[in-house]
């Protein structure tokens, strides 16, 4: 996965469509996007101009592994 973060020298952002933002308890939010190739987007509402993306393909495989338990060592 890449890490971006925008700096105030960089080329124009990617448009990304975010949907609305997944807030769990103590406002930690984290939201999903896609941009107009395809590519999917992590980001925290706490810095918007910072996100995780790669392959719709690879989102899928990180969502399912976090749901069969892959991350609970991080809990």
């Given at each position: 996965?890449?890490?971006?973060?925008?700096?105030?020298?960089?080329?124009?952002?990617?448009?990304?469509?975010?949907?609305?933002?997944?807030?769990?308890?103590?406002?930690?939010?984290?939201?999903?996007?896609?941009?107009?190739?395809?590519?999917?987007y992590?980001?925290?509402?706490?810095?918007?101009?910072?996100?995780?993306?790669?392959?719709?393909?690879?989102?899928?495989?990180?969502?399912?592994?976090?749901?069969?338990?892959?991350?609970?060592?991080?809990?």
């Amino acid at each position: 996965m890449n890490v971006t973060t925008h700096a105030p020298t960089a080329p124009a952002a990617v448009a990304i469509d975010w949907n609305e933002a997944f807030c769990s308890e103590g406002a930690n939010c984290f939201r999903f996007g896609l941009d107009g190739s395809g590519r999917a987007y992590i980001g925290s509402t706490l810095s918007p101009d910072d996100y995780v993306s790669d392959s719709v393909e690879a989102l899928r495989a990180l969502i399912s592994a976090v749901k069969a338990g892959a991350a609970d060592h991080l809990l």
